[in-house]
Structure formats: C-alpha cells, structure tokens
C-alpha cells in the first residue's frame, strides 16, 4: 500500500501537496499524520465530497510499502507514521520545499527542491508529465502557494512559484476561494489568546538583534495559534517574534522573522518541529512555560546570527572639508568629486556639521562664495557610531528624510553610510543593479577560486602568492590580486600579470614583500605604487588602494588613498572590477560588488557609472579591444554613451600618446582582431578621431587578410617576432600618402625606431615589391634592397607581395641574406692590400657575385679578389 501524508498541524500548502502527489500516484491513499489547522478543516469539511481522506485508525500500518511524505522531511514530524520511517521494506519518498536541516530523513529517495512551497514543486512534475487538473484542483493548488508564499511577498518567493500561480489562474483557479480561506478572522478565543500574549511580550537583544518573545496560558486548547502571532507581528510591526502558548499539557512555539539573521527553521527544528527560514512553529510536550522559554532563550543565543552592522557596510575613508573651507572652493570639490554632500570637522578632525549641494548652491547664488562653510552647514548632527545596527540606520534616514548617514567613533568621522549602502546590505546588490553580488558570491566559492588558481597558475606564482598572503597577514594589510588576471583566471585565459592592491600602507607593504621574496623594489610615493623586481625577472605591481576623480573630461586623475571597494569603482569595466583576497583565512574569498561575473558569463563590456567615457575616452578603445579579444559585445547602455562621447568629441581631447597606446593594444592583439577593432571603432564613430582620412577600406582588409595568412611563417622565417603592432599600424596607414602618415606618427609621439619601422613599411616596401616582381632583379640587387629593412617591414613585405614576389622574398630569408664570403680581410692582406675602405668594397662585389652564381667557392673567391685587388693597387 502507497500512503500520501505530510506533517503534524496540517496547513494549506501541506493540503495541497498531498492533492498534488495524489496526482502522481493515484493508487496511494491520503492520511493525515495529525491535528488540522482551523481554516484548511473548514476547507475540507466544505470540499468532502472531492477529498478523499482515510482514517489512519483504519490503516494497517504492515500493509504499508511506500511512504510518500510532502511538504516535509523530519521523521519526529510524522506524528504516528514515525514509527514506519527505517522499516525494513518501506520505501520514503519526500516531496518538500524547506532547506536540508540536520534532522532530516536520510536513506529517501528526496525530489526536493529549495522554492517557495511545496505545492510548486509538485505542480512542476504534473506539468512536466501534461497531467490535466480541474478549476477545484488549481484553487486548492493557488491556495497552497499563496499560503506559504505570503501571496509572494516572503524571502523564500521564487520565479517559479509565480509562475505556477499564473498557470493556476490560467486553469481556473476561483481567486475568491482563495482569499476567503486566507484571510479568516480571529475567533473569540483566537482574540483571547492575542490580548494575553499582548500582555506577556517582552523584548531581548540577541547579538544585537531585538527578539520579541510573547507569553500566554489558555485554559483550552485554541487552534491557529500561527496565524494570532502573524496578527501580532503585523500589528505592533515586529521583526522578530516569538510566541509561546501554553494549553492542555503542552507549550506551542510560532516563530516569525523578517531578517535573515534569525533562521526560524534552524531555531524550531531543535524543538522537534520546524518550518521556513521566515516562519515555522513546534509543539513541546513536558515543557512549562518557563522551561520552554529558557529553551527558546538558548538556542537564539546559539543560533542568532550578529546584526550587520555600520562598521561593515559604511565606506571609507570619507571626503570631509574643514569649517573654514570657502563656499566656492567646496562647490568646486564636490564638483570634481561627484558628491552630494560633505561632512564638515573644525581643527581638531571632530565632526561639527554637513553641507550638502543644495546649501552650497544657495550660498553661491547669493555671492557668498567667499564664505566659510560653517555659517551654512547643517548643525543639527544625525550620526552613528560603528556598531549601529541596519535597522537603527534606516528608521534615522527614514524619520529624517536624509540620504546619508556618517558614521563616528567618539567625534571623528571614520565612514559614511548612503542609502545605497543600505538598501544593498537590506536586500543585495540585485536589489538596485540585477545581478547577485559576490566576495559572498553564489557564483564561486574560496575553494572553487583556489582550485582554479591551482590548475591555471604556475606552481611559482601560486608559491608567491602564499608568500603574498603570509606577510599580509603578519603585517596585518588586507591585500588583493586585481585586474585582468582575476577577469582571465575566471574566463580560464592565460595571464601572469601579477597586480596587488593593499587597504593601508601599500608601499611598506611591497617593501616587506621584497625583503621577503629578495627582490629589487622601486616606489612612487606620490601615487602610493610601487614595482617589485623578482631574482626570476617576474614584475609584481602594488597599489595602494585608492579612488580617482578628474577635474575635466578627458584628464589625468587625481588620486586619494581609499578602500577596495572604492578601489575597483574607478577602474573601467566591471569584468576588470573584481578582485581576490589574499590575506590569511580570505585567501580565494571574490570579491564582485559590481557585477562583474554575470557580464562575464552573458559576454558583455559594462562600464561602471555614466560618465566613465567622458572621464577617460581610452576606455572607448579598450572596450573595442575587449570586445575582439573574448568574442564579446558592449551592452546596449555601455556602446550608447561611447557614440555620445564620440559625438561630443571628447576623444579629441585626449592626449596623442593616450590614444597610441590603447592603438598599439589594439594592434598586438592576434590576427584577424585587429582589423576586426578598426571596423568597429569606425562604427562607433571613433576612428575618424585618429585621422579624418583613416578609413577601412577594402583595400585596407584585403591587406589584413594577407597579414592574418602570411604574418606568421613571416616571423618563423626572420628568425624572430618583432613588434608585432607595426605591421598592423603600416597597413593602417598606407592608403593615405606615406608623407601624411608619417606626419601622423610624428603627432602620435612615436619612438624613432617606431616611426623608422613604419617609413620602411609605407616607403621601401612598395619599391622593393616592384622590383622583386621584375625577373630582371638579380638576387645581389635584392639583398641590396631588403638587407637594410628592420624586422617588422621584411615581416610586412613578405605578407603583402604577390606569390613570385614572395618567393624571391623567401629565397633572401632562407638563403641569400645568409650568404657571404668564405674569404677575409686576411686573405687581402696577404695579397699585398693594405688595410683600407677597400676591404668592405672588395668583399661586398664578392658576395654580389656569390648571390649572382657568376662564381663559387674559395678558389674563385681569391681569384676575383686578386683581380680586384690588382686593379685597386693599379689606381
């Protein structure tokens, strides 16, 4: 026999589980595993022509193979079916909706999952399975969900659960039905029971957090004793509570939360009964009141999770202006800054006011520029100090209608709380961004990150960056590797390029570094950087961790020692804004507060804020350059403000040797994304900014194509790769006149054996492609002619000329350029030559001869150099 059951104190989302799985084995039989809550036995009694019920007095419980439990997983909860739970022959088979808890059934075949009620869990296999349900069916299904979904308002609410819902409406679910059964009215003793625990509430900080416990003794038993303590949570609006009833020999316990520090769940299921991280309720027997309470007292204190407090979410350190700071030349700060307020400190550092723009905006607009700020800074202080608790700071900015809050040790300011720091510590960077944060992050664990960096990284770098998180931790600095290859390790790209940022003393920490690993170190003070110099040749850069303004677009930054978080905010995409902890036990911890890991994995470039390109219009040629090389695309916002930028022709105002660079980057990168980068900088409208005349042309593409198939063997032929970008850059360049391009390297502020690189390309090459495709040009006039050529032009020759061309090309590389007389300027002397110009003449005709075949070997060598000689001596 198949029996269907769920839980003692049987509520709708149970119900309807059991309906459900009744679905799926339509041999089992439904039995209730205990009491019935008030409203669902109403629905029932009204429904008992549809339901079918048997009578667990009536089950042999020997009879029994197959358990199929919903809407639960603790054996204790299964009232008299306990005892079938480890029989030998039993089958359990568990449909539930709750996280694993440590009393949960183990040797079950359990089709959980982690959704907002049970009832959705098993209306996904009936969907799955095209399994047909009737209006009545869906009513008692949209019941179940709602029930324990709080109509989809609780934490626990997933997608799925709403969409079952709209299917359910779809298929008739009477809404009517719904809301009678879910908002039932207290009777007279439920109004009983709600004015004693009134009564007996009591208030307790648990690690910070205020737990509301309510105490009350009936004289009868009262059911819904879970839905009196919602209506007393609701009604002196309580974050936590928890109710204790005493009635008929036994004590029932309703627990309630709103936050996540307290897990009801977690906390119930040590009494035997459990529910929701958000709701629950347990039934102990042999308790009084007073034992049950200082139960309930101990295992909040074991099972309480700490408040979040300012100290972890304020950011720091914060911008402050001295009370003495004219109004103009705060305006101008908060200007550069993109601040909206500032703290104001007299001399001593102390905390005496805030000025926001507005105050700074009015001042201004009455000529009083050269005012201090004090005469207009809010006096009337709202702060914190560090341990102030989430919910302290959001009923301050509520009941004061402000946006910030600084946070203060004794009068010192040491962070600031914004509302946006709030509302993410509330309800998770998803809340305002879409997209889950990490360092906690869903996305990878520590373990996960040091067993990538394990299979990724060479055992010397994973050995060093142990030596790395060593001397964080005996310093005390909280270091972090940074940059491209945190985006590359994820992204599973090679990338050795070793950056650190230190929270403090980023300097003294590469010293103590260097000592350690004996390398050589050099430091920039100004900037807080420093460059270690490893035995090996390995380079570690190492950065204070800082934040950035500009004070126009287009210009340098000006840098001020920060935080990580505000450290990443400056950079420029959100695939290069995350970081891994290094230092001690948060070795491996990611660090993503801008979601950098969902643009990875929906392949995207994201800037970080709005006027990122106006800032630093390089970031336009790094996109583009980002985009090419991991097949990605920036996301609409992102590409829509670089053509605004393009369009206000900000990157015109962009130094010349800004914008080589990020081109250079371009052109390093692997055929065919180069010219892949020009086609798209011309689309956004960018690459006229180089040069009005520079246009992808096809014959510009057609001169890439050669390159992407030649370049190669090219490089294997020279004997070595050169600079990689300059063939790239000629093939820029060579539809405009040569003159004008190097006109154009000259203002880009090219090196001169760059530029010279470049003139070989757009000048000597064309003329030695024309002569290499004359048969007439004989092999000692080609070497004339490529023997001068640097690397990266032979590179650029070999690629663009014809296949004939090509091949004398290949005859210099691999023959010709290697060809040179077996004689000396020994031999000459010993002929009677003195030592002169004429040693180099003599030998350059005997080597054009070689190269021509007109002779060989050392005997006609000598013999054509005495002939030479002879005439030399004669003059």
Same mark, same amino acid.
Not at 661 to 685: A, H, M, N, Q, T
């Given at each position: 026999?198949?029996?269907?059951?769920?839980?003692?104190?049987?509520?709708?989302?149970?119900? *309807?589980?059991?309906?459900?799985?009744?679905?799926?084995?339509?041999?089992?039989?439904?039995?209730?595993?205990?009491?019935?809550?008030?409203?669902?036995?109403?629905?029932?009694?009204?429904?008992?022509?549809?339901?079918?019920?048997?009578?667990?007095?009536?089950?042999?419980?020997?009879?029994?193979?197959?358990?199929?439990?919903?809407?639960?997983?603790?054996?204790?909860?299964?009232?008299?079916?306990?005892?079938?739970?480890?029989?030998?022959?039993?089958?359990?088979?568990?449909?539930?909706?709750?996280?694993?808890?440590?009393?949960?059934?183990?040797?079950?075949?359990?089709?959980?999952?982690?959704?907002?009620?049970?009832?959705?869990?098993?209306?996904?296999?009936?969907?799955?399975?095209?399994?047909?349900?009737?209006?009545?069916?869906?009513?008692?299904?949209?019941?179940?969900?709602?029930?324990?979904?709080?109509?989809?308002?609780? *934490?626990?609410?997933?997608?799925?659960?709403?969409?079952?819902?709209?299917?359910?409406?779809?298929?008739?679910?009477?809404?009517?039905?719904?809301?009678?059964?879910?908002?039932?009215?207290?009777?007279?003793?439920?109004?009983?029971?709600?004015?004693?625990?009134?009564?007996?509430?009591?208030?307790?900080?648990?690690?910070?957090?205020?737990?509301?416990?309510?105490?009350?003794?009936?004289?009868?038993?009262?059911?819904?004793?879970?839905?009196?303590?919602?209506?007393?949570?609701?009604?002196?609006?309580?974050?936590?509570?928890?109710?204790?009833?005493?009635?008929?020999?036994?004590?029932?316990?309703?627990?309630?939360?709103?936050?996540?520090?307290?897990?009801?769940?977690?906390?119930?299921?040590?009494?035997?009964?459990?529910?929701?991280?958000?709701?629950?309720?347990?039934?102990?027997?042999?308790?009084?009141?007073?034992?049950?309470?200082?139960?309930?007292?101990?295992?909040?204190?074991?099972?309480?999770?700490?408040?979040?407090?300012?100290?972890?979410?304020?950011?720091?350190?914060?911008?402050?202006?001295?009370?003495?700071?004219?109004?103009?030349?705060?305006?101008?700060?908060?200007?550069?800054?993109?601040?909206?307020?500032?703290?104001?400190?007299?001399?001593?550092?102390?905390?005496?006011?805030?000025?926001?723009?507005?105050?700074?905006?009015?001042?201004?607009?009455?000529?009083?520029?050269?005012?201090?700020?004090?005469?207009?800074?809010?006096?009337? #202080?709202?702060?914190?100090?560090?341990?102030?608790?989430?919910?302290?700071?959001?009923?301050?900015?509520?009941?004061?209608?402000?946006?910030?809050?600084?946070?203060?040790?004794?009068?010192?300011?040491?962070?600031?709380?914004?509302?946006?720091?709030?509302?993410?510590?509330?309800?998770?960077?998803?809340?305002?961004?879409?997209?889950?944060?990490?360092?906690?992050?869903?996305?990878?664990?520590?373990?996960?990150?040091?067993?990538?960096?394990?299979?990724?990284?060479?055992?010397?770098?994973?050995? #060093?960056?142990?030596?790395?998180?060593?001397?964080?931790?005996?310093?005390?600095?909280?270091?972090?590797?940074?940059?491209?290859?945190?985006?590359?390790?994820? #992204?599973?790209?090679?990338?050795?390029?070793?950056?650190?940022?230190?929270?403090?003393?980023?300097?003294?920490?590469?010293?103590?570094?260097?000592?350690?690993?004996?390398?050589?170190?050099?430091?920039?003070?100004?900037?807080?950087?420093?460059?270690?110099?490893?035995?090996?040749?390995?380079?570690?850069?190492?950065?204070?961790?800082?934040?950035?303004?500009?004070?126009?677009?287009?210009?340098?930054?000006?840098?001020?020692?920060?935080?990580?978080?505000?450290?990443?905010?400056?950079?420029?995409?959100?695939?290069?804004?995350?970081?891994?902890?290094?230092?001690?036990?948060?070795?491996?911890?990611?660090?993503?507060?801008?979601?950098?890991?969902?643009?990875?994995?929906?392949?995207?470039?994201?800037?970080?804020?709005?006027?990122?390109?106006?800032?630093?219009?390089?970031?336009?040629?790094?996109?583009?350059?980002?985009?090419?090389?991991?097949?990605?695309?920036?996301?609409?916002?992102?590409?829509?403000?670089?053509?605004?930028?393009?369009?206000?022709?900000?990157?015109?105002?962009?130094?010349?040797?800004?914008?080589?660079?990020?081109?250079?980057?371009?052109?390093?990168?692997?055929?065919?994304?180069?010219?892949?980068?020009?086609?798209?900088?011309?689309?956004?409208?960018?690459?006229?900014?180089?040069?009005?005349?520079?246009?992808?042309?096809?014959?510009?593409?057609?001169?890439?194509?050669?390159?992407?198939?030649?370049?190669?063997?090219?490089?294997?032929?020279?004997?070595?790769?050169?600079? *990689?970008?300059?063939?790239?850059?000629?093939?820029?360049?060579?539809?405009?006149?040569?003159?004008?391009?190097?006109?154009?390297?000259?203002?880009?502020?090219?090196?001169?054996?760059?530029?010279?690189?470049?003139?070989?390309?757009?000048?000597?090459?064309?003329?030695?492609?024309?002569?290499?495709?004359?048969?007439?040009?004989?092999?000692?006039?080609?070497?004339?002619?490529?023997?001068?050529?640097?690397?990266?032009?032979?590179?650029?020759?070999?690629?663009?000329?014809?296949?004939?061309?090509?091949?004398?090309?290949?005859?210099?590389?691999?023959?010709?350029?290697?060809?040179?007389?077996?004689?000396?300027?020994?031999?000459?002397?010993?002929?009677?030559?003195?030592?002169?110009?004429?040693?180099?003449?003599?030998?350059?005709?005997?080597?054009?001869?070689?190269?021509?075949?007109?002779?060989?070997?050392?005997?006609?060598?000598?013999?054509?150099?005495?002939?030479?000689?002879?005439?030399?001596?004669?003059?």
């Amino acid at each position: 026999m198949d029996v269907i059951l769920g839980h003692v104190n049987v509520d709708f989302d149970a119900l *309807a589980s059991m309906v459900a799985a009744k679905k799926l084995y339509p041999e089992a039989v439904m039995v209730f595993a205990g009491a019935v809550n008030r409203n669902v036995r109403e629905f029932i009694t009204l429904h008992g022509d549809v339901l079918e019920f048997m009578d667990p007095r009536a089950l042999d419980m020997e009879a029994v193979n197959r358990l199929i439990v919903v809407d639960n997983r603790i054996a204790d909860r299964l009232g008299e079916f306990r005892q079938l739970y480890g029989r030998e022959g039993v089958e359990i088979f568990v449909y539930d909706h709750h996280p694993p808890s440590p009393h949960d059934m183990t040797g079950v075949k359990d089709y959980s999952e982690y959704l907002g009620a049970t009832t959705t869990v098993l209306l996904k296999i009936i969907r799955g399975k095209s399994i047909p349900i009737t209006p009545f069916e869906a009513t008692l299904f949209a019941l179940g969900i709602h029930e324990d979904t709080g109509s989809l308002t609780y *934490a626990g609410t997933t997608p799925d659960d709403a969409e079952a819902l709209a299917y359910l409406m779809r298929k008739g679910a009477n809404l009517d039905v719904v809301m009678h059964f879910l908002s039932k009215q207290l009777s007279p003793e439920q109004h009983l029971l709600m004015r004693r625990l009134f009564s007996g509430l009591e208030h307790h900080r648990v690690k910070g957090v205020l737990v509301t416990v309510a105490k009350a003794r009936m004289e009868e038993y009262v059911e819904g004793a879970s839905m009196v303590a919602g209506k007393l949570a609701d009604l002196e609006n309580l974050d936590v509570l928890f109710t204790l009833t005493e009635m008929q020999g036994r004590v029932v316990v309703v627990g309630l939360s709103r936050l996540q520090q307290v897990d009801v769940d977690r906390i119930l299921s040590n009494l035997g009964g459990g529910g929701h991280p958000k709701a629950g309720s347990a039934v102990l027997k042999g308790y009084t009141l007073t034992a049950a309470e200082r139960k309930l007292m101990a295992l909040l204190e074991e099972n309480v999770r700490p408040l979040v407090t300012a100290r972890e979410i304020m950011s720091g350190p914060v911008k402050t202006i001295g009370e003495e700071t004219p109004i103009a030349e705060a305006s101008r700060r908060m200007e550069l800054t993109g601040h909206t307020a500032f703290p104001v400190v007299d001399e001593r550092g102390e905390l005496v006011g805030m000025i926001s723009r507005k105050d700074l905006d009015k001042a201004g607009h009455h000529g009083l520029g050269h005012a201090p700020v004090k005469g207009f800074m809010t006096r009337n #202080l709202i702060a914190v100090d560090e341990n102030a608790s989430l919910q302290e700071i959001q009923k301050l900015m509520t009941d004061n209608a402000i946006g910030r809050v600084p946070v203060v040790k004794g009068r010192r300011v040491v962070g600031i709380v914004t509302r946006k720091d709030l509302l993410r510590a509330l309800h998770g960077q998803e809340y305002l961004y879409g997209f889950a944060p990490s360092g906690k992050t869903s996305g990878y664990t520590r373990a996960e990150i040091i067993e990538l960096m394990q299979r990724q990284l060479p055992g010397e770098v994973q050995n #060093l960056l142990r030596q790395v998180s060593r001397v964080a931790e005996e310093g005390g600095y909280p270091v972090y590797l940074v940059g491209g290859v945190v985006r590359d390790l994820l #992204l599973g790209y090679p990338n050795l390029d070793l950056d650190l940022v230190v929270e403090g003393e980023g300097i003294e920490f590469a010293r103590r570094l260097a000592r350690e690993t004996k390398a050589r170190i050099r430091s920039h003070r100004k900037f807080g950087t420093a460059v270690i110099i490893l035995p090996s040749g390995r380079r570690i850069d190492v950065a204070t961790a800082r934040t950035e303004f500009y004070e126009r677009p287009a210009a340098l930054p000006v840098v001020e020692i920060s935080s990580i978080r505000q450290d990443l905010y400056r950079r420029d995409f959100t695939i290069n804004a995350m970081a891994i902890a290094l230092t001690g036990d948060r070795f491996g911890e990611l660090l993503d507060y801008f979601g950098g890991l969902r643009d990875l994995d929906r392949r995207q470039i994201r800037i970080l804020h709005n006027l990122s390109f106006v800032e630093d219009p390089t970031r336009i040629f790094r996109a583009v350059r980002f985009e090419q090389r991991y097949g990605f695309r920036m996301e609409r916002q992102t590409e829509m403000l670089a053509r605004r930028a393009v369009e206000m022709e900000i990157v015109g105002r962009l130094t010349n040797a800004r914008v080589r660079d990020e081109l250079v980057d371009i052109l390093s990168e692997p055929l065919p994304l180069p010219l892949k980068g020009l086609e798209r900088l011309e689309e956004l409208g960018a690459l006229r900014t180089l040069h009005p005349d520079i246009r992808v042309t096809p014959a510009m593409r057609s001169r890439f194509r050669l390159l992407e198939r030649h370049l190669g063997e090219a490089w294997r032929l020279i004997g070595e790769e050169g600079r *990689a970008w300059i063939p790239g850059m000629a093939t820029m360049l060579a539809d405009l006149p040569s003159a004008e391009g190097l006109k154009w390297c000259h203002q880009m502020r090219l090196r001169r054996e760059d530029s010279e690189a470049i003139r070989q390309c757009l000048e000597e090459v064309p003329i030695a492609v024309e002569a290499l495709c004359d048969r007439r040009t004989s092999p000692s006039r080609v070497v004339a002619m490529l023997d001068p050529l640097v690397p990266e032009a032979l590179a650029y020759l070999y690629a663009l000329a014809g296949p004939e061309a090509r091949e004398r090309v290949f005859s210099y590389l691999t023959t010709w350029r290697g060809t040179f007389p077996s004689i000396s300027g020994k031999d000459l002397r010993e002929m009677g030559l003195p030592p002169s110009r004429l040693y180099s003449q003599i030998l350059v005709k005997i080597r054009e001869a070689l190269l021509d075949g007109e002779i060989s070997g050392r005997e006609e060598e000598l013999s054509l150099a005495r002939s030479l000689a002879e005439k030399a001596m004669r003059r």
